[in-house]
């Protein structure tokens, strides 16, 4: 049950081996759960453990794993070779690994790219690797970073990834739309989340590859998940931070929604917000980089006196995404250097959290860059919502 045609999943192995030649490598060993997905379409959450999707200049991509995954492979992925290495005391992945790459013709003197910056290899079996295919041998392959190879090419999405993409959007104005008719006095934390992701699941969407965020009162001032749940009171603020998820596609969203009457600070900081990020959309425009419109962000945020308020840093790009993050690498921040171009999707955040007088107004949604500028894939309403 791939969830794209073959003719995509033709092309991106296609852009996938040109880049791979540009970078001189004779083939690829992917560990990120997302290239698996973007590149076959097997989807897992068995990268916990270790395996690796080997990417040759010529014939179909090889899947090492375990036993338990398989059928997931079957099920999910265009995949026709799948192979397996045997769980028992002292295994080690990484040999078969070695084994595979021999049989394949892709060992010694061979140039492979290694996808290192992902939550799919560990340390530990980096070191494995390493010692299976490197270390103390004469005849061996060169092992070179290349974890930005895919990640880069993922940046601009196709029709069909945009589709998604819309459709996760939906999802999270839905949720929202859960949560604001939950919220109010007396209600728990627990059950605004629970009318949030039980929006998402009852139109078909998927987990988030990380979990809600969720926090009243102090809470209000932190943009992390943590545990424990509290109860609303009549005067209190709630700042939520979700995102729907459709086929592993995300459009995340924020945003502080007061209970009882605002405060001024919360009135003067949504003002800043709504400003910050009408300015940063209107900077997300083909040609233009990230760290300027990280700039936009930095400008009125600072102009309205909020600059100690404020972070460093206002989004990222959102794509298809696996636990235990739905963020990409893409951020804007000062100086990042990443230009922006037609079909990538981008989340602006607009965070503000005063510790001084514990007030909170935090503000995000996802956007759809287009030929000449950028759209807003959220139809909720930039306004301060109270009740």
């Known amino acids: 049950m791939p969830h794209f045609s073959d003719a995509e999943f033709a092309d991106r192995l296609t852009r996938t081996r040109k880049s791979m030649k540009k970078q001189g490598l004779d083939a690829m060993l992917l560990f990120a759960p997302e290239s698996h997905y973007w590149l076959t379409g097997y989807d897992t959450f068995g990268f ?77 079996n980096w070191r494995m690797v390493k010692g299976a295919l ?24 196709s029709e069909a990834e945009i589709a998604f993409v819309r459709k996760a959007a939906e999802l999270s104005d839905l949720s929202l739309e859960a949560a604001i008719a939950m919220t109010g006095a007396g209600v728990d934390e627990g059950a605004i989340l629970a009318a949030m992701q039980g929006e998402i ?20 001032l932190l943009c992390r998940y943590y545990s424990g749940r509290r109860t609303l009171e009549s005067d209190d603020q709630l700042t939520l ?36 990020l009408k300015a940063c959309e209107a900077a997300l425009k083909p040609g233009n980089t990230l760290g300027n419109v990280f700039n936009e962000h930095a400008r009125i945020l600072d102009e309205h006196g909020l600059r100690k308020h404020r972070l460093n840093a206002c989004g990222y790009s959102v794509g298809s995404r ?41 503000l995000g ?23």
Not at 53 to 75: H, W, Y
Not at 267 to 276: G, N, Q, Y
């Open 48 to 124: 916990c453990f270790f395996q690796c999707m080997i990417v040759p200049m010529k014939g179909e991509p090889v899947l090492l794993t375990r036993s338990a995954d398989l059928r997931q492979a079957e099920f999910t992925s265009i995949l026709n070779e799948v192979h397996i290495w045997k769980d028992r005391e002292g295994a080690n992945g990484a040999d078969d690994l070695r084994g595979l790459l021999k049989d394949m013709g892709l060992f010694a003197g061979k140039r492979l790219g290694v996808e290192l910056d992902t939550q799919g290899l560990t340390a530990k």
């Open 134 to 157: 490197v270390n103390g041998r004469t005849k061996r392959p060169e092992l070179v970073d290349a974890s930005d190879l895919i990640t880069d090419l993922r940046l601009v999405k």
């Open 201 to 220: 699941f009852a139109r078909g969407g998927d987990y988030a590859g990380n979990e809600f965020i969720i926090g009243s009162g102090q809470g209000a």
């Open 241 to 276: 931070e979700w995102s729907g998820a459709w086929r592993r596609y995300h459009a995340p969203m924020m945003n502080t929604l007061v209970i009882g009457k605002p405060k001024p600070a919360h009135i003067r900081m949504r003002t800043a917000c709504i400003e910050a």
């Open 322 to 362: 696996f636990t235990p993050c739905w963020m990409d690498s893409q951020m804007f921040f000062e100086g990042a250097e990443t230009v922006i171009e037609p079909n990538m999707t981008f989340f602006l955040h607009m965070i503000l959290m005063d510790s001084e007088t514990g007030t909170a107004q935090c």
């Open 365 to 387: 949604r996802t956007s759809l860059v287009t030929p000449d500028g950028s759209e807003s894939l959220s139809r909720a309403s930039l306004d301060l919502v109270v009740t």
